[in-house]
């Protein structure tokens, strides 16, 4: 069987989850979940995590009057509990600052030296403490601030270890002509190209006075900048190893602001240290919350666990998966999310699943129902769905099922099938097979996209002999 590996970015433990971070690991768990129903679960893998070593996170602990270490634990638990809470089913969780990633940051670093790409030098320049990177005069406001933080970068002055970038700018040239997908969407791998084709720079790679960090292993005075160590977390956590298969086909899943590190420096640290590559990088887009962006200071960032403590997990994945295209930017908003569950799942999905049960049994002998299966409809329906997920469009894959819930609803009203039961019972009886067929199929598709409704779904639907219950799926909210 093939292998599937699937990573999303690691998380800076400085703040907590909001739904920007939510958006990257639901679409990131909808996309295993298909993989593992296609493969088998021993065949995919799921990593998430913490990045910890960062100067920020040093930063919020002081601030929060709290010793680095502790303050770490408390919140990578934050982190991974609110995951579980929304119902992602990862298979393993890495943080920065365990022994296991150390030690494989080493073994890179080490290889990467071994092959004379890391040398010594003097850096000078402007440092963003938020973004973790330096910051060239043209990318800075009119007021010499990073345009993504509002602050003025530090000054730095220090004696830094450098890694050869500028040695694998045609190299990588050359990885994009031959494995076009490796980064998606297209657009995405036209800005990384061209910033390519640009002129790559040798980057500095390591700090002096880092108060948090890992050390080189053959200078023991320097600290390793911290998105050179981070990006490794994807082999310190990948099953078997970076030989293994599922290294080979691993894809990660990044927002848009980080494909440089990605797509540039991370596949020229594997070439130098002759490490495979992994297959492929999806970039999605970022989203604003009604049209502006979310900021603590403008005091709209959406905690993901208010929606799933009010709407439930299912909601949270599809509204927000469904608000724009995988790939695109978009726009999220509350209302619109509060409408979406309205209508497509507590009136829409919910509905037509209570609706169809309750009229099944009140209306046909239940120890006697069968469901006639119209395979052809059902493998049609199923194919197309799942070719959208191959894609990656999972927008399109939620609104394909919905389309299903509306021509299932609509057959139920155009043949007003509960008055036909009266008069027609053979007529209606088959109406009936043709609701369940679609009951059957939106059951299957759920299990990817409405995981925590699927079994109820099931539950509902029972065993070619005997029909469940009806269970209310999405409760009406005012
Ligand atoms: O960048 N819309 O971590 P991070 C969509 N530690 N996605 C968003 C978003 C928004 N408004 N806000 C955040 C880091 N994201 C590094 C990664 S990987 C080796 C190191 C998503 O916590 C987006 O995917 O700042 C972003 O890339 C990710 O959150 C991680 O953000």
Request: net charge negative; hydrophobic share 35%.
């Amino acid at each position: 069987m093939p292998k599937a590996y699937f990573t999303t970015p690691i998380f800076y433990v400085n703040d907590i989850p909001h739904i920007g971070h939510a958006y990257n690991i639901l679409a990131t768990d909808t996309l295993v979940r298909y993989w593992r129903k296609k493969l088998g679960r021993e065949n995919v893998f799921f990593l998430t995590g913490t990045d910890e070593n960062s100067q920020k996170t040093v930063d919020a602990a002081k601030k929060a009057n709290e010793a680095v270490g502790p303050y770490l634990d408390k919140m990578a638990k934050n982190w991974q509990t609110t995951w579980e809470k929304c119902g992602i089913d990862f298979d393993d969780f890495i943080r920065t600052t365990e022994d296991r990633h150390h030690q494989k940051v080493h073994e890179v670093l080490q290889k990467i030296y071994n092959a004379g790409d890391i040398y010594l030098g003097e850096y000078v320049g402007k440092y963003c403490t938020g973004c973790e990177t330096f910051l060239k005069e043209d990318e800075l406001n009119e007021k010499g601030e990073c345009p993504d933080h509002l602050k003025k970068p530090d000054e730095l002055k220090e004696k830094n270890y450098f890694f050869r970038l500028s040695k694998y700018q045609d190299l990588l040239l050359d990885l994009y002509a031959k494995n076009p997908n490796f980064l998606q969407p297209e657009k995405r791998k036209n800005e990384v190209l061209s910033f390519i084709k640009s002129g790559l720079e040798d980057i500095s790679i390591s700090r002096e006075s880092a108060e948090i960090g890992i050390k080189f292993p053959f200078d023991k005075s320097h600290t390793i900048y911290v998105w050179v160590e981070a990006l490794i977390n994807y082999i310190s956590g990948c099953p078997e190893g970076e030989t293994s298969d599922f290294w080979k086909n691993c894809t990660h899943i990044v927002g848009k602001d980080i494909t440089k590190f990605h797509n540039v420096i991370w596949p020229a640290m594997l070439l130098s240290a002759k490490i495979s590559l992994p297959k492929e990088v999806f970039a999605h887009g970022y989203f604003t919350i009604d049209g502006t962006k979310m900021s603590k200071s403008l005091g709209n960032v959406v905690d993901p666990l208010d929606l799933s403590d009010k709407f439930g997990n299912d909601a949270l994945r599809t509204g927000l998966l469904s608000s724009f295209e995988f790939g695109n930017d978009g726009d999220f908003s509350v209302r619109n999310f509060e409408e979406f569950y309205r209508t497509k799942l507590a009136g829409g999905v919910g509905n037509l699943f209570n609706r169809v049960i309750i009229l099944v049994h009140k209306f046909l002998d239940r120890e006697k129902v069968t469901v006639t299966t119209n395979e052809v409809d059902i493998k049609k329906d199923l194919e197309k769905f799942n070719n959208l997920l191959e894609q990656k469009k999972l927008k399109a894959s939620i609104d394909h099922f919905f389309t299903v819930v509306d021509s299932a609803n609509q057959l139920l009203n155009d043949t007003e099938v509960w008055k036909l039961a009266k008069t027609d019972l053979e007529k209606a009886t088959d109406i009936f097979g043709q609701l369940l067929n679609k009951l059957v199929v939106l059951a299957q598709m759920a299990e990817v996209i409405l995981p925590e409704s699927a079994p109820k779904m099931k539950t509902m639907l029972g065993d070619k002999n005997r029909l469940g219950k009806a269970i209310i799926l999405f409760e009406r909210i005012e």
